[in-house]
C-alpha cells in the first residue's frame, strides 16, 4: 500500500460507522470554508520557503481532495465517483492541454513551444476545445476570487480582445513589488480614512469593465473563434 492508499483509507475509515462522528456529518458545502483556508496556509507556507511547512501544508490540501472525493464516491452529488476518477480527468485534461508533448506527431510539430510564453498562446485554445459551449471570455473566471485577482484575471482577458492595450504604457510609475505593496497599501489606507471599503471599490470597478469586454463580444469587432482566452 502507497501512502497515498493509506490516507484515502484513512479518509474512509473515518468517515464509516464507527469513525469519526465529525467527518461522518461533513457536506461539500460545509468543508468549502476548511478548503479555502488549508488553501490560503499553503500559499503562506510557499511564501515563507519552509520546506517543512509546505510539505505540511500540501498534505492538508492533498486531504481535502481526498475527502472531497470520498463525499462523493457514496452518492452526494449523483453518480459517484472517486479519487481515481479525479486523477484520471485530470490527466485527460493535462495531456489535452499539453499536445506540444503528448500529442500527435502533427500536434507534437504545430504546438512546438520552447518557452513558457509560446506554451500560453496556445494554452487558451487547448482550454476552448473542452469547453465549446462557454461563450464569453469571462466564463470561467469565478467570481468569489479576491478583488485583486480577479482584476487581474479580467485585465488579462480584456487585453487579449484588445479592449485594453497590452502595450499602453502604465498610469502610474512602478520599479518593484516592494513599491507596488507600499502603493496598495496607501490606497486602502486612504480609503479607510475615507470610510470607503476598498474591496467593494475594486469589484465595482471589475464589473463596470467585465459589461465592456461583454459589450465588446456583442460587436462586429470580435472574432467568436477566442473565446477562452
Known amino acids: 500500500m502507497t501512502n497515498l492508499d493509506e490516507l484515502i483509507a484513512t479518509a474512509k475509515q473515518l468517515r464509516a460507522p464507527g469513525g469519526c462522528p465529525w467527518d461522518a456529518e461533513q457536506t461539500h458545502q460545509s468543508l468549502t470554508k476548511y478548503l479555502i483556508e488549508e488553501s490560503y496556509e499553503l500559499v503562506e507556507a510557499i511564501e515563507s520557503g519552509s520546506r517543512d511547512q509546505i510539505l505540511e501544508e500540501l498534505g492538508d490540501v492533498l486531504y481535502q481532495v481526498v475527502f472531497h472525493s470520498d463525499l462523493a464516491q457514496s452518492g452526494s452529488l449523483g453518480e459517484g465517483f472517486d479519487i481515481q476518477d479525479v486523477a484520471a480527468l485530470s490527466t485527460k485534461k493535462m ?63 480584456a487585453q487579449s480582445l484588445g479592449v485594453l492595450g497590452k502595450d499602453e504604457p502604465s498610469p502610474i510609475a512602478i520599479g518593484d513589488e516592494d513599491q507596488l505593496g507600499a ?7 486612504a480609503a479607510k480614512s475615507k470610510g470607503l471599503d476598498a474591496e467593494r ?28 482566452k
Open 95 to 157: 495531456k489535452g492541454r499539453h499536445p506540444h508533448v503528448f500529442g500527435t506527431p502533427e500536434e507534437l510539430e504545430r504546438y512546438k513551444a520552447n518557452s513558457g510564453d509560446e506554451v500560453m498562446q496556445n494554452w487558451d485554445a487547448h482550454k476552448q476545445r473542452e469547453k465549446p459551449e462557454r461563450e464569453s471570455v469571462l466564463d470561467g473566471i469565478p467570481k468569489a476570487l479576491p478583488s485583486l485577482m480577479l482584476a487581474e484575471k479580467v485585465i488579462g482577458k
Open 183 to 189: 502603493l496598495l497599501l496607501a490606497l486602502v489606507l
Open 201 to 228: 471599490a475594486l469589484r465595482g470597478s471589475v464589473r463596470e469593465l467585465e459589461v465592456e469586454i461583454r459589450q465588446f463580444e456583442l460587436s462586429d469587432d470580435f472574432d467568436a473563434g477566442i473565446i477562452g
